[in-house]
């Protein structure tokens, strides 16, 4: 199973994606640190919106298989520049989450990722575990095609 990297800003859903993913009870978790497990990296969004730390985190794609930038489908605005994910010289992969949102606006989220350039896009509720197994089989399945 390939390891996956999440990035993207506080509150995003980082957290709570990784307890899904982990198939763990889900509750709430203030990350403070970088949080290291065997098929996830789960990171604070302080990182994602801070030039300096942003560095961090670029040190840390190196880790994972596979770099998944996320969007919350409320998001007001995207975090992530046009065409950032060719500076990772890993696969990157987009997800939108809290699609479950009343003021939810998926296929603007999908724009934003999208322009960042990211090879395909999953869609996630994860306090309902809704997408989360089509991730799941993306990162076995990659897997399986390696060997
Ligand atoms: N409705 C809904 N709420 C979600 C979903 N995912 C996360 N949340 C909520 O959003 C809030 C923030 O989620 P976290 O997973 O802690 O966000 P994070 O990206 O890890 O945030 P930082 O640790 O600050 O970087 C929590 O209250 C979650 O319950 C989702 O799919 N749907
Ligand atoms: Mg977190």
């Known amino acids: 199973m390939k390891r996956l990297i999440l990035l993207g800003r506080s509150e ?3 957290t709570t994606l990784t307890q899904a ?3 763990e009870e889900i509750h709430y978790y203030k990350t403070q640190d970088v949080h290291y497990y065997e098929s996830v990296i789960d990171t604070p969004g302080e990182y994602a919106q801070s030039r300096r730390f942003s560095k961090a985190l670029a040190l840390y794609t190196y880790e994972a298989d596979v770099v998944g930038i ?3 489908s409320n998001e ?4 992530f520049p046009g065409g950032v994910a060719a500076q990772a010289n890993r696969e990157c992969i987009g997800i939108v989450t809290k699609i479950d949102l009343p003021d939810a606006n998926v296929p603007l989220a999908d724009r934003w990722l999208e322009n960042a350039g990211v090879s395909r896009i999953f869609h996630v509720n994860s306090l309902k575990g809704e997408g989360v197994q089509e991730i799941l089989d993306y990162l076995l399945a990659e897997d399986d095609e390696q060997q």
């Open 70 to 72: 996320l969007c919350a």
């Open 12 to 14: 995003a859903g980082k």
């Open 21 to 23: 993913l982990r198939g």
């Open 76 to 79: 007001p605005y995207s975090l």
